[in-house]
Protein backbone atom coordinates (compact mmCIF):
# COMPACT_ATOMS: atom_id res chain seq x y z
CA UNK A 1 0.00 0.00 0.00
CA UNK A 2 1.99 3.30 -1.60
CA UNK A 3 1.14 6.15 1.09
CA UNK A 4 1.58 9.53 0.05
CA UNK A 5 1.36 12.41 3.07
CA UNK A 6 1.31 16.15 2.48
CA UNK A 7 2.18 18.47 4.96
CA UNK A 8 2.29 22.70 5.30
CA UNK A 9 -0.33 25.13 3.77
CA UNK A 10 -2.22 27.46 5.52
CA UNK A 11 -3.33 31.13 5.56
CA UNK A 12 -0.47 33.42 3.59
CA UNK A 13 -1.37 36.96 2.57
CA UNK A 14 -0.87 37.86 -0.90
CA UNK A 15 2.82 38.17 -2.15
CA UNK A 16 3.50 36.39 1.56
CA UNK A 17 5.79 32.83 0.69
CA UNK A 18 4.71 29.48 2.07
CA UNK A 19 6.44 25.51 1.67
CA UNK A 20 4.32 22.02 1.25
CA UNK A 21 6.56 18.94 1.48
CA UNK A 22 5.30 15.57 0.43
CA UNK A 23 6.73 11.90 1.19
CA UNK A 24 5.88 8.57 -0.32
CA UNK A 25 6.44 5.57 0.83
CA UNK A 26 5.31 1.43 0.87
CA UNK A 27 6.31 1.31 -2.76
CA UNK A 28 7.26 -2.10 -3.96
CA UNK A 29 8.76 -0.48 -7.12
CA UNK A 30 10.74 2.91 -7.52
CA UNK A 31 8.73 5.98 -7.54
CA UNK A 32 8.98 7.82 -10.52
CA UNK A 33 7.80 11.33 -11.08
CA UNK A 34 6.27 13.31 -8.04
CA UNK A 35 4.80 16.72 -8.07
CA UNK A 36 1.62 18.75 -7.32
CA UNK A 37 -1.76 19.64 -8.39
CA UNK A 38 -3.92 21.51 -7.14
CA UNK A 39 -8.12 22.47 -7.00
CA UNK A 40 -9.78 25.50 -6.49
CA UNK A 41 -13.16 25.69 -5.73
CA UNK A 42 -15.73 24.50 -8.31
CA UNK A 43 -13.03 24.41 -10.79
CA UNK A 44 -11.26 20.70 -12.40
CA UNK A 45 -7.69 19.19 -10.34
CA UNK A 46 -4.94 20.83 -12.61
CA UNK A 47 -1.74 20.46 -12.85
CA UNK A 48 1.30 22.48 -10.97
CA UNK A 49 4.31 21.19 -11.09
CA UNK A 50 6.55 17.90 -11.39
CA UNK A 51 10.07 16.88 -10.89
CA UNK A 52 11.39 13.30 -12.19
CA UNK A 53 13.20 10.77 -10.18
CA UNK A 54 16.40 12.21 -11.61
CA UNK A 55 15.33 15.72 -10.19
CA UNK A 56 14.31 17.08 -13.32
CA UNK A 57 11.49 19.88 -12.53
CA UNK A 58 8.79 20.84 -14.88
CA UNK A 59 6.15 23.72 -14.26
CA UNK A 60 2.80 25.09 -15.56
CA UNK A 61 3.31 28.31 -16.92
CA UNK A 62 1.10 30.00 -14.62
CA UNK A 63 3.73 29.05 -11.60
CA UNK A 64 6.77 29.61 -13.45
CA UNK A 65 9.41 31.50 -11.22
CA UNK A 66 7.54 31.58 -8.39
CA UNK A 67 7.12 28.17 -7.16
CA UNK A 68 10.46 25.85 -7.12
CA UNK A 69 10.29 22.06 -6.28
CA UNK A 70 13.20 19.81 -5.36
CA UNK A 71 13.09 16.09 -4.60
CA UNK A 72 15.29 14.17 -2.18
CA UNK A 73 14.65 10.55 -2.82
CA UNK A 74 10.83 10.17 -2.30
CA UNK A 75 10.24 13.60 -0.63
CA UNK A 76 9.35 16.41 -2.46
CA UNK A 77 9.46 20.09 -1.49
CA UNK A 78 7.46 22.96 -2.55
CA UNK A 79 8.44 26.32 -2.17
CA UNK A 80 5.31 28.71 -2.87
CA UNK A 81 6.43 32.41 -3.37
CA UNK A 82 4.88 35.76 -4.20
CA UNK A 83 1.79 34.07 -3.89
CA UNK A 84 -1.77 35.34 -5.33
CA UNK A 85 -4.95 35.05 -4.15
CA UNK A 86 -5.81 32.85 -7.37
CA UNK A 87 -3.40 30.26 -5.91
CA UNK A 88 -5.60 29.55 -3.32
CA UNK A 89 -6.80 25.74 -3.62
CA UNK A 90 -6.26 22.41 -2.15
CA UNK A 91 -2.72 21.07 -2.91
CA UNK A 92 -2.93 17.49 -3.82
CA UNK A 93 0.46 15.43 -4.23
CA UNK A 94 1.21 12.87 -6.68
CA UNK A 95 3.79 9.70 -6.56
CA UNK A 96 3.60 7.43 -10.04
CA UNK A 97 5.13 4.11 -10.04
CA UNK A 98 4.24 0.62 -11.83
CA UNK A 99 1.07 0.57 -10.29
CA UNK A 100 0.44 3.95 -11.34
CA UNK A 101 -0.14 7.27 -9.78
CA UNK A 102 -0.89 7.51 -5.99
CA UNK A 103 -2.57 10.77 -4.61
CA UNK A 104 -2.35 12.32 -0.84
CA UNK A 105 -5.15 13.64 0.86
CA UNK A 106 -4.14 17.22 0.16
CA UNK A 107 -3.88 20.56 1.90
CA UNK A 108 -5.32 23.63 1.95
CA UNK A 109 -3.64 26.70 0.33
CA UNK A 110 -5.37 29.96 1.23
CA UNK A 111 -4.04 32.81 0.00
CA UNK A 112 -6.30 36.24 1.63
CA UNK A 113 -5.70 39.34 3.35
Known amino acids: QVRVVESGGGLVQPGGSLGLSCAAS????????MGWFRQAPGKQRRLVTG?????NPSYMDYVKGRFFISRDNDTVSLQMNNLKPDDTAVYYC?????????WGQGTQVTVSS
Open 94 to 102: YADDRDGRH
Open 26 to 33: GSMFKIAA
Open 51 to 55: ISSGG
